[in-house]
């Protein structure tokens, strides 16, 4: 880092010396403007957040100096503050006007003719006789220099260093590691035993405890080739899948929800996570795995297996997606970000997001290469996919809108008839308005009629005069129930309240007697001119008046009178129609039966390529200078040839990334095998290579085991091959203090790092061990929280806004964020799971039958317990103490669990469960 | 039965030095643990602090300041105009012209403090607020505010500030969780505002879903073993803890199994602490009265802060309260309705923990921090709603440190914008940890290769409101 800003300045010192020379001599008249109005200002309104004195209390903005001449001219992040001479040009002058984003000073703007002064002294060439070195760097890296970290060197190999204990190594990895000990005097510790070997290794493969079968098979085997005939059959195993995939959706900070306020829920997630875990155990190799990932839209292979080619995609297709509002551009440039971060951190090992908002403070990275990389991802489109080819997407949309439209013409032929209905009712409209208006009446003043009688005498149909009943009465003065009748409506309303009742009668008042003509003999008209024949002549047109009428008693949908809604019509409807309406669900139901499946669906991305601008500190309403798309420059010059294509799609960004002379991909994924067999990395920062990342403890063997990795294909089962057959690993994890003392963290592997299993293969080693464990692969995601839910812990649930808590417990990565590695916290809350959580009741129960199966003798069932649990035989004394508590009585409590049962829970509870050695 | 000390003499040397240490200690009080085997053991702060715990009542949602703690006569001469000063100010939604504030704002105490009619229980305590009136944060949307309110950050990218706390100082009872949520559901946002991030996973928040009428056997997730009386599960837990050690005999250097010994401990003893703790229903009958809401009734929102009050009477250290789940004081609509509504059930629960905390003198060594992620327009929106505001809001805070009757900092006349003395939720957040005895600048950690701070290059402590 030091080193680095040193570089940097000397870079800069060059660029002074060529100012100098354009520097004009100055005049003693402006140089009095510059001394008399200028200075003061800078001095007084500037100075405090932008001088060598604010860089060195860490106070400089915007890596803006106005404490020297050259400062001014070079300028901060924004670009040059001035330019001499040309008051339209350069940032100051405009962040003084306060006219655009950047308004300066932040507090108070300057008076006017300040500001005027400012600008007659750019104008007459900003005459400065100020000198002085700005001690920031704001443009020039030196990138020769910044290419020489290591991590940015293409890798090489190294053949194997010369070490003392020359019969130990095993193989390439050996020698390496036994010449860093060697050099620290530390001794490796001895080989681990057969048992604890092949827990270890199952766990680390597989996620799950051998079986003593499996552990019998083992100890038989005394050929030299015994441990990589587990290592093959562990590798083929499907489960191993479950168990590396998983890693890598912590990386991929996998989630089956978006990240707005409230769950909402991506329904085709796993289709990712399946294809992940499908990767892995076919050995995908690693460049084409992030291939299909990054753009396997765009890829030409695979051709027709869509699963393959589009389910990737949800490593990009399942990230963030945050509420928009009126920011919406900020927002999505927060969802840009949380890609380039995961992309970046996860594939490359560079925290590139730290240069959204400034250049990165210790890696080559300028804010300049963000907007050029995040061009891969502007303008696109988080979507989900169909996962089968166009032309069978092409059948099923139409077979769907054949089905949608069948439906609608048997819909329409009801809506059709009823009208036709409608119709006949229609033309003795004043009967029922006023037939309505009687038994509304009626009701209102409680007399009594029988209304049945009334209609049958008028010769009425029912179901018309009731929908105008209901008119009238949902109908106030201020709402009419229908706007167009509102005169009429009003007018039967006032006549319901001053109604006159007699004992069995209601008489209709003159004024609503006329008002009913009027309004019928409109109708009457208007249907007249509807009904007109067009013939040759030109068809009447209906006056607005008269359309709107139609429309509000006949022709319209929903509340109108003489149209019966689809759903009310078909009861109404004479046989024969009733009969062709049957005949078109008929239709209907053909149609479904030749149904085209459903088709498979995922998240994924679409377009995107866009070239950007450089958001000025992160701000999208704030743009500077465009940033040519293309990738990172500290990478490019690595990559065989840099791009001039005007633009960057993700095709492009995949090549980049899967370069085999890209120098950071092939170290980033095998540093993050390494470190899941070994607990730590290489680099201890896996997702940081960066130079404020910490150093491999192994340069040279991380680096032959990149460039044999990019050898044998990219092949991550070759690589846990090359590791798990090493020395290295299969050290015991016997603790030494000497060793300890000079290295306390095993950073040099003296030993096998022993730890706590991680959440998901404890939980799935407590399932597998009470013989519960449903071991079916695939398909949609179960909660945690459902007792049925007795798969691997890979296929729960996985929220960003309501994690499980049983995961977050047990330190689950936040999947809000890519994940370089796990903690392993102890809170005594996950104690409490472990004493009396239902899963391990349950767990504890179903263990102990088997257990109670295995002898009718209480030596002998503890003897088998200690195999099942943890894959060796009890000493005498834990055997003797197993069988006490077996004799004890336990409690006599109803329901309560037997002695059996409570032992079956402490083996699963006990550490060594937990533990692999 | 066996008892523990029979059950530890048969151990013999089992349990390494740290793990013998812990399960020894039978207060579960001070720091039982050295703190390489527990992180939550008590941490020196960096110099004296004035107080030992935070109360954080979380109006999420955002409320009205103009209808609560920032009187603006101003918006009744102005009613229905549009200012040119709003014209800059984007919040979320359009809104409309400005819409005075239904309610008084009376003077109080012997301060003067001016505060809203709708906290007539809570003002009688103005003389011990510090109401903040110059808050701001940057972006108008509520996931954002919510992470940068919890996390200093307006992505779900750090630490909570209950986190970094844990981190920086432990928590002096071992027996419960030292960061408690309450909230009915989830607030925006859900679990993720007290997550840890990159900070271990014992600092994050406990997040407890506890209604009125909550059983406090059931407070934290398998507090209680359905088969087992004590006496049982502790013969159990006996048998299982010499499996323990027998295990550990091997492998006395290996310090996570220490911990995962004096962890099952502290479980056990958690299973009787904790529903104690958070049995608000033994309270005496006069103080229960105290925290019913105006109603009579006791609700939520009181329970929750009589819980509170016995937490940090056990040494938990951070406690938020939400409102509610989702965001209730988001009122977009009917602003004064609910504003009413809200108030009416807070109001007398949070006059209630200010006299009880003063009661027990805990509130010199607690603070009581009341606000939402931002505030709201004093524009209308719709008529009868108000949008969000992320230019200017109010805050106040109570107790140990802070300075009472008092009203720090200014929004203009209208109420939507904070002018003077602005105050950040950065320069909040470093006020917190000032005076929690840590300084902002120093309590770091370092992860991905950089280190990072809770107010990661802001943040300037708020000394004017220091007592």
């Known amino acids: 880092m030091l080193r680095m800003c040193r570089t940097l300045l000397i870079g800069l010192g060059l660029l002074m010396l060529s100012g100098r020379g354009i520097a004009a001599e100055p005049d003693a008249k402006a140089l009095e403007l510059f001394e008399k109005k200028i200075r003061p200002v800078l001095v007084e309104k500037c100075y405090s957040c932008h001088s060598a004195e604010a860089a060195k209390n860490k106070k400089l903005k915007g890596g803006l100096q106005l404490d020297t001449r050259q400062g001014l001219l070079t300028g901060g992040e924004t670009g040059p503050a001035i330019v001499p001479g040309k008051p339209a040009e350069g940032t100051l002058l405009n962040a003084l006007r306060y006219t655009t984003d950047l308004k300066m000073p932040p507090t108070t703007k300057l008076a006017d003719s300040v500001v005027a002064d400012f600008e007659a002294w750019i104008k007459a060439g900003a005459v400065d006789p100020r000198d002085g070195k700005t001690s920031v760097a704001t443009a020039g890296i030196d990138w020769e220099f910044a290419r020489k970290h290591w991590a940015f060197q293409s890798p090489k190999k190294y053949p194997a260093p010369a070490v003392k204990q020359v019969g130990w190594s095993q193989n390439g990895i050996d020698a390496f590691v036994l010449a860093a000990l060697e050099k620290r005097g530390i001794q490796p510790a001895k080989p681990a035993d057969k048992r604890t070997l092949l827990r270890r290794a199952s766990f680390d493969l597989i996620g799950l405890p051998p079986t003593p079968q499996e552990l019998e098979a083992f100890l038989a085997d005394e050929s030299p080739n015994a441990f990589a005939t587990v290592l093959d059959r562990l590798l083929a195993s499907p489960h191993y899948g479950e168990r590396w995939g998983r890693y890598w959706l912590d990386v991929s900070r996998y989630a089956e929800d978006k990240a707005l306020a409230f769950p909402t829920p991506r329904p085709h997630a796993y289709q990712y996570r399946d294809w992940v875990v499908q990767a892995f155990n076919s050995d995908m190799p690693y460049d084409r795995f992030l291939r299909l990932q990054l753009a396997g839209d765009m890829v030409k292979e695979p051709v027709d297996d869509y699963f393959l080619k589009l389910a990737g995609l949800g490593f990009q297709g399942l990230g963030a997606e945050y509420h928009k509002g009126s920011v919406a551009e900020q927002v999505k440039a927060d969802e840009l970000?949380?890609?380039?971060?995961?992309?970046?951190?996860?594939?490359?090992?560079?925290?590139?997001?730290?240069?959204?908002?400034?250049?990165?403070?210790?890696?080559?990275?300028?804010?300049?290469?963000?907007?050029?990389?995040?061009?891969?991802?502007?303008?696109?489109?988080?979507?989900?996919?169909?996962?089968?080819?166009?032309?069978?997407?092409?059948?099923?949309?139409?077979?769907?809108?054949?089905?949608?439209?069948?439906?609608?013409?048997?819909?329409?032929?009801?809506?059709?008839?009823?009208?036709?209905?409608?119709?006949?009712?229609?033309?003795?409209?004043?009967?029922?308005?006023?037939?309505?208006?009687?038994?509304?009446?009626?009701?209102?003043?409680?007399?009594?009629?029988?209304?049945?009688?009334?209609?049958?005498?008028?010769?009425?149909?029912?179901?018309?005069?009731?929908?105008?009943?209901?008119?009238?009465?949902?109908?106030?003065?201020?709402?009419?129930?229908?706007?167009?009748?509102?005169?009429?409506?009003?007018?039967?309303?006032?006549?319901?309240?001053?109604?006159?009742?007699?004992?069995?009668?209601?008489?209709?008042?003159?004024?609503?007697?006329?008002?009913?003509?009027?309004?019928?003999?409109?109708?009457?008209?208007?249907?007249?001119?509807?009904?007109?024949?067009?013939?040759?002549?030109?068809?009447?047109?209906?006056?607005?008046?008269?359309?709107?009428?139609?429309?509000?008693?006949?022709?319209?949908?929903?509340?109108?009178?003489?149209?019966?809604?689809?759903?009310?019509?078909?009861?109404?409807?004479?046989?024969?129609?009733?009969?062709?309406?049957?005949?078109?669900?008929?239709?209907?139901?053909?149609?479904?039966?030749?149904?085209i499946p459903q088709l498979p669906k995922a998240h994924g991305i679409s377009g995107g390529g866009q070239a950007m601008k450089i958001n000025v500190r992160g701000?999208?309403?704030?743009?500077?200078?465009?940033?040519?798309?293309?990738?990172?420059?500290?990478?490019?010059?690595?990559?065989?040839?840099?791009?001039?294509?005007?633009?960057?799609?993700?095709?492009?960004?995949?090549?980049?990334?899967?370069?085999?002379?890209?120098?950071?991909?092939?170290?980033?994924?095998?540093?993050?095998?390494?470190?899941?067999?070994?607990?730590?990395?290489?680099?201890?920062?896996?997702?940081?290579?960066?130079?404020?990342?910490?150093?491999?403890?192994?340069?040279?063997?991380?680096?032959?085991?990149?460039?044999?990795?990019?050898?044998?294909?990219?092949?991550?089962?070759?690589?846990?091959?090359?590791?798990?057959?090493?020395?290295?690993?299969?050290?015991?994890?016997?603790?030494?203090?000497?060793?300890?003392?000079?290295?306390?963290?095993?950073?040099?592997?003296?030993?096998?790092?022993?730890?706590?299993?991680?959440?998901?293969?404890?939980?799935?080693?407590?399932?597998?061990?009470?013989?519960?464990?449903?071991?079916?692969?695939?398909?949609?995601?179960?909660?945690?929280?459902?007792?049925?839910?007795?798969?691997?812990?890979?296929?729960?649930?996985?929220?960003?806004?309501?994690?499980?808590?049983?995961?977050?417990?047990?330190?689950f990565p936040d999947a809000n964020v890519s994940s370089e590695k796990r903690g392993a916290t102890t809170i005594p809350q996950q104690q409490l799971f472990v004493l009396n959580s239902d899963f391990m009741l349950r767990s504890a129960k179903a263990f102990s039958v088997i257990i109670e199966k295995s002898s009718t003798k209480g030596e002998d069932r503890v003897a088998w317990a200690y195999r099942l649990a943890f894959g060796r035989v009890p000493t005498a004394r834990e055997q003797a103490i197993g069988a006490a508590f077996l004799r004890s009585e336990g409690e006599k409590k109803m329901g309560s669990p037997t002695a059996l049962e409570q032992f079956a829970q402490a083996l699963l509870a006990s550490n060594e469960f937990t533990w692999v050695d | 039965m066996q008892t523990r000390r029979e059950m530890l003499a048969r151990m013999g040397t089992g349990l390494g030095i740290t793990g013998l240490a812990s399960v020894l200690n039978e207060s579960g009080s001070a720091a039982p643990l050295g703190s390489a085997a527990n992180p939550l053991a008590l941490k020196a702060p960096h110099y004296k602090p004035r107080i030992k715990h935070i109360i954080h009542l979380y109006m999420n949602g955002g409320p009205s300041q103009v209808d609560t703690f920032d009187p603006k006569p101003a918006l009744k001469t102005h009613e229905g105009k549009r200012p040119d000063m709003i014209a800059g100010l984007k919040t979320e939604n359009t809104t409309l012209g400005l819409k005075p504030s239904p309610f008084n704002f009376p003077k109080c105490g012997k301060s003067g403090l001016e505060i809203s009619e709708l906290f007539k229980e809570t003002s009688r305590h103005a003389d011990e607020m510090c109401v903040i009136r110059s808050m701001y944060?940057?972006?108008?949307?509520?996931?954002?505010?919510?992470?940068?309110?919890?996390?200093?950050?307006?992505?779900?990218?750090?630490?909570?500030?209950?986190?970094?706390?844990?981190?920086?100082?432990?928590?002096?009872?071992?027996?419960?969780?030292?960061?408690?949520?309450?909230?009915?559901?989830?607030?925006?946002?859900?679990?993720?505002?007290?997550?840890?991030?990159?900070?271990?996973?014992?600092?994050?928040?406990?997040?407890?879903?506890?209604?009125?009428?909550?059983?406090?056997?059931?407070?934290?997730?398998?507090?209680?073993?359905?088969?087992?009386?004590?006496?049982?599960?502790?013969?159990?837990?006996?048998?299982?803890?010499?499996?323990?050690?027998?295990?550990?005999?091997?492998?006395?250097?290996?310090?996570?199994?220490?911990?995962?010994?004096?962890?099952?401990?502290?479980?056990?003893?958690?299973?009787?602490?904790?529903?104690?703790?958070?049995?608000?229903?033994?309270?005496?009958?006069?103080?229960?009265?105290?925290?019913?809401?105006?109603?009579?009734?006791?609700?939520?929102?009181?329970?929750?802060?009589?819980?509170?009050?016995?937490?940090?009477?056990?040494?938990?250290?951070?406690?938020?309260?939400?409102?509610?789940?989702?965001?209730?004081?988001?009122?977009?609509?009917?602003?004064?309705?609910?504003?009413?509504?809200?108030?009416?059930?807070?109001?007398?629960?949070?006059?209630?923990?200010?006299?009880?905390?003063?009661?027990?003198?805990?509130?010199?060594?607690?603070?009581?921090?009341?606000?939402?992620?931002?505030?709201?327009?004093?524009?209308?929106?719709?008529?009868?709603?108000?949008?969000?505001?992320?230019?200017?809001?109010?805050?106040?805070?109570?107790?140990?440190?802070?300075?009472?009757?008092?009203?720090?900092?200014?929004?203009?006349?209208?109420?939507?914008?904070?002018?003077?003395?602005?105050?950040?939720?950065?320069?909040?957040?470093?006020?917190?940890?000032?005076?929690?005895?840590?300084?902002?600048?120093?309590?770091?950690?370092?992860?991905?290769?950089?280190?990072?701070?809770?107010?990661?290059?802001?943040?300037?402590?708020l000394k004017d409101i220091l007592a």
């Open chain 1, 337 to 595: 970000d949380d890609r380039i971060d995961t992309l970046s951190r996860g594939l490359l090992g560079l925290t590139v997001a730290c240069a959204r908002c400034h250049d990165h403070k210790f890696d080559p990275i300028p804010t300049r290469d963000y907007y050029s990389l995040a061009a891969a991802y502007k303008g696109s489109d988080l979507n989900e996919l169909f996962l089968a080819p166009n032309d069978v997407v092409e059948i099923r949309r139409k077979w769907e809108a054949k089905l949608k439209e069948l439906e609608a013409a048997a819909n329409q032929y009801l809506v059709d008839q009823g009208r036709v209905l409608g119709k006949t009712a229609l033309v003795y409209v004043r009967k029922y308005l006023l037939v309505a208006w009687q038994l509304v009446a009626s009701k209102k003043h409680k007399v009594e009629v029988n209304t049945a009688e009334i209609i049958k005498r008028e010769r009425l149909d029912p179901y018309f005069v009731a929908r105008w009943t209901k008119i009238i009465e949902a109908s106030t003065k201020a709402k009419p129930a229908l706007p167009a009748l509102k005169n009429w409506l009003t007018i039967a309303q006032e006549a319901v309240d001053s109604a006159k009742p007699t004992a069995n009668s209601i008489a209709v008042p003159e004024s609503l007697q006329k008002a009913t003509d009027q309004l019928a003999e409109k109708i009457r008209d208007a249907l007249a001119v509807h009904d007109m024949a067009g013939g040759k002549e030109k068809k009447p047109a209906l006056t607005p008046r008269q359309d709107e009428l139609l429309k509000a008693i006949w022709l319209g949908g929903g509340n109108t009178p003489f149209a019966p809604p689809a759903n009310e019509a078909l009861a109404l409807l004479p046989e024969a129609a009733k009969k062709q309406h049957a005949s078109l669900l008929d239709t209907v139901a053909k149609h479904k039966q030749a149904e």
């Open chain 1, 619 to 811: 701000k999208v309403d704030s743009l500077g200078e465009p940033a040519p798309p293309g990738f990172l420059r500290i990478l490019d010059s690595q990559i065989s040839k840099p791009s001039e294509k005007p633009a960057f799609t993700r095709l492009d960004l995949a090549d980049a990334v899967c370069s085999a002379d890209n120098p950071l991909t092939a170290r980033v994924m095998v540093n993050r095998i390494w470190q899941h067999h070994f607990g730590r990395g290489i680099v201890g920062t896996p997702s940081n290579f960066g130079l404020s990342g910490e150093a491999p403890t192994h340069p040279k063997l991380l680096d032959t085991l990149a460039v044999r990795f990019v050898e044998t294909g990219w092949s991550i089962k070759w690589l846990h091959r090359e590791i798990m057959l090493s020395a290295t690993y299969q050290q015991s994890s016997q603790h030494s203090p000497t060793s300890a003392e000079i290295d306390p963290e095993n950073h040099y592997l003296w030993r096998f790092a022993p730890h706590r299993l991680d959440v998901e293969a404890w939980r799935d080693a407590i399932l597998s061990a009470s013989g519960r464990l449903d071991a079916k692969l695939a398909g949609p995601s179960l909660s945690l929280l459902e007792a049925t839910h007795v798969r691997r812990t890979i296929y729960s649930r996985i929220s960003r806004i309501d994690p499980d808590k049983l995961l977050v417990m047990f330190d």
């Open chain 2, 137 to 461: 944060t940057d972006v108008p949307n509520h996931e954002p505010s919510m992470f940068m309110m919890n996390s200093g950050h307006l992505q779900a990218l750090r630490p909570s500030y209950g986190s970094w706390l844990l981190y920086g100082l432990g928590t002096e009872n071992q027996n419960l969780p030292g960061y408690v949520v309450l909230c009915p559901g989830l607030p925006v946002n859900g679990a993720a505002n007290w997550g840890n991030r990159f900070l271990p996973g014992v600092y994050q928040g406990c997040h407890l879903n506890l209604p009125v009428d909550f059983s406090p056997k059931d407070v934290i997730p398998h507090l209680e073993n359905k088969g087992l009386s004590a006496a049982a599960q502790r013969n159990q837990l006996d048998l299982l803890q010499q499996m323990n050690a027998i295990h550990q005999e091997e492998r006395k250097a290996e310090a996570p199994l220490d911990a995962r010994i004096a962890s099952f401990e502290m479980a056990f003893r958690m299973q009787t602490a904790a529903p104690e703790a958070f049995d608000w229903k033994s309270e005496p009958a006069s103080v229960q009265d105290l925290y019913k809401g105006t109603d009579g009734k006791m609700n939520y929102f009181g329970s929750s802060c009589m819980i509170a009050r016995r937490l940090v009477e056990r040494g938990v250290r951070v406690v938020q309260i939400y409102s509610g789940a989702g965001q209730p004081w988001d009122t977009h609509g009917a602003n004064d309705a609910q504003h009413r509504q809200l108030c009416g059930a807070t109001d007398k629960p949070i006059a209630a923990l200010l006299t009880d905390l003063k009661r027990l003198g805990l509130l010199d060594e607690t603070l009581v921090l009341w606000g939402g992620e931002f505030g709201r327009t004093p524009a209308s929106q719709g008529g009868d709603g108000r949008d969000h505001n992320h230019w200017g809001f109010s805050a106040w805070l109570a107790g140990g440190g802070i300075k009472g009757g008092m009203a720090y900092g200014a929004t203009d006349e209208f109420g939507y914008r904070a002018t003077e003395k602005r105050v950040h939720v950065h320069d909040l957040h470093a006020t917190m940890l000032h005076l929690m005895g840590l300084d902002h600048e120093k309590l770091i950690y370092r992860y991905g290769g950089r280190d990072h701070r809770l107010t990661d290059v802001s943040g300037v402590v």
